[in-house]
């Protein structure tokens, strides 16, 4: 295909020479490979301020967004740390309240009290689960981050070109090592060490997130079936408002744990399917060309589009 852009004509060889000689300038410049950044400063860069890599290689928006993505995270975290730790005190004030009935009985003959060493274990077990609930938010927030960081590194080292090759890939090997879950192996054994960060970073902390709702889940499947219903002091203080509190956090743990996994699943489909895509496209950059293009004969100027397959 060849795209024209009308040239005003000059009359002599000179000027067409000249044509001749820019044209096959620009095509050397479009088929040399591209230029290699220092690995190690781009390393050091990118551990010591997340997006530094990325700056140093030329590539200013995703440095941004690295950096501007860390900063968002650390204050969540800390908004979460600050969060946790009054749940934690709340907890550990309500414990205290109700420690001196740890030991009580009830009386002989009494029929009105009512099992106050339970009461204050009911209350003191919802504030705990309260404060772990907001741990695991926390827990997860620091993991997201991490994610985000280790990403950011192999995002900036593909920024050095030292990975680039046209050198053949076979997509069956690339679909199998990116089925080992959570590495990004086929996507390194395509030398696209960005996409594996960010394979690793997505499919690691939405399984972590998923198994976080799902203990959460089962430890208030435990709480639930440890109650005694044949107790019956026991079971009237627990059923009503504390039971319903402890349903609620096991069907809301089950809901995202469900939710959680479906992406994790999801996610892993993907980086199995881009490894195999990645794989068939290994050698577009020699297959498929845009260079610039001269007629010397209609002194005409364009651009020459080729794809071999």
Known sequence: MLASLGFAQQGDSASRIGLEDSTAIAKEELVQPPKLKNVGITLAASLVVPGGGQIYTGHYVMGGLFFATEAILGLYIYNRYLVTAALKHNADSTGAKWAPYRNWVRKAGDTTGIDSAFFGKLEADSADMEKKEQQNVLYQSIAWMVGVYYYNVLDALQGTNLFKSDSKKDPVAAAWLSAIPGLGLGQ???????????????QMDLAYVAINYHLIMKDCEKYEAAINPNNADQYNLFKGPQQDKWESRRGEAFRNRNMWMWYSVAFYLYGIFDAVVDANLHDARVKMKLEPDLNPQTKEIGLHASMNF
Not at 189 to 195: D, H, L, M, R
């Open 188 to 202: 390194m054994y395509n030398g696209e060490i960005s996409k594996a960060g960010m394979i690793f970073m997505i």
